[in-house]
């Protein structure tokens, strides 16, 4: 079946470091998202991302839809940068297949 | 509003009751989802609604699970007769149009003991 994994489950930083997070999928994609879960619940839409490479402010993410992968990159971590991370892949014209998610813990 | 609403944000019922919760998506988006998150899991899709259309209820995890949707506003996610597996947040979702982004709700937190 379709598959969305994500690397590494866990990650522990302290403020001010770097982090590249990467999903994999098992086939070409057409639409390839990734949100944030704050600690609280709330999922946020960071990016759509079915190829290339898109930033916004200390964040970017770039989609190789040809080797089925995606990266996120956090630079100059903050404490509210803390959370799950999840990317998802579409299937079929509007279900999202989602990862298990990167769980992203960001030490002051 | 300014964002999808969902209520009740927690709901703690007995095994064997029904529950209802309420989603309001953003005003004007055509396209609805209902998602279930088990702890420390990823998201996993139940129901869309898209205008008038159908829904696609492939996703529903069994037939106690039903939901419905006025027009494009509201809709319910009801579930018949909980079990303890039922325990999740229920999170819904609304996106402009078709395979737009989709702005996420707070969630219903339901612990069925």
């Known amino acids: 079946g379709i598959q969305v994994e994500q690397s590494p489950p866990d990650l522990i930083l302290q403020e001010g470091a770097n982090s590249t997070l990467r999903c994999n999928f098992s086939d070409s994609v057409n639409n390839l998202q990734w949100f944030h879960q704050n600690p609280w619940g709330q999922l946020i839409n960071l990016f759509y991302i079915p190829s290339g490479t898109k930033q916004n402010g200390r964040l970017s993410a770039t989609t190789v839809a040809t080797e089925r992968y995606s990266l996120l990159y956090i630079s100059s971590s903050q404490t509210t940068d803390s959370g799950v991370y999840f990317c998802?892949?579409?299937?079929?014209?509007?279900?999202?297949?989602w990862g298990a998610g990167t769980k992203l813990i960001i030490k002051p | 509003g300014a964002g999808v609403s969902q209520s009740p944000s927690n709901k703690v019922t007995e095994k064997g009751k029904d529950v209802e919760l309420r989603c309001d998506p953003i005003?004007?988006?055509?396209?609805l989802y209902w998602y279930r998150q088990r702890l420390g899991q990823g998201l996993e899709f139940l129901i869309y609604?898209?205008?008038?259309?159908?829904?696609?209820k492939s996703g529903l995890p069994s037939d106690r699970f039903s939901a419905e949707r006025t027009g494009e506003s509201v809709s319910t996610l009801t579930i018949q007769r909980t079990q303890q597996e039922d325990s999740a947040v229920y999170l819904c979702?609304?996106?402009?149009?078709?395979?737009?982004?989709?702005?996420f709700g707070p969630g219903t937190r339901l612990l069925v003991l």
């Open positions: 609604f898209q205008g008038n259309s159908a829904p696609d």
């Open positions: 998802a892949r579409g299937y079929s014209n509007y279900q999202l297949i």
């Open positions: 979702a609304s996106s402009l149009r078709l395979r737009e982004t989709q702005y």
């Open positions: 005003s004007g988006h055509t396209a």
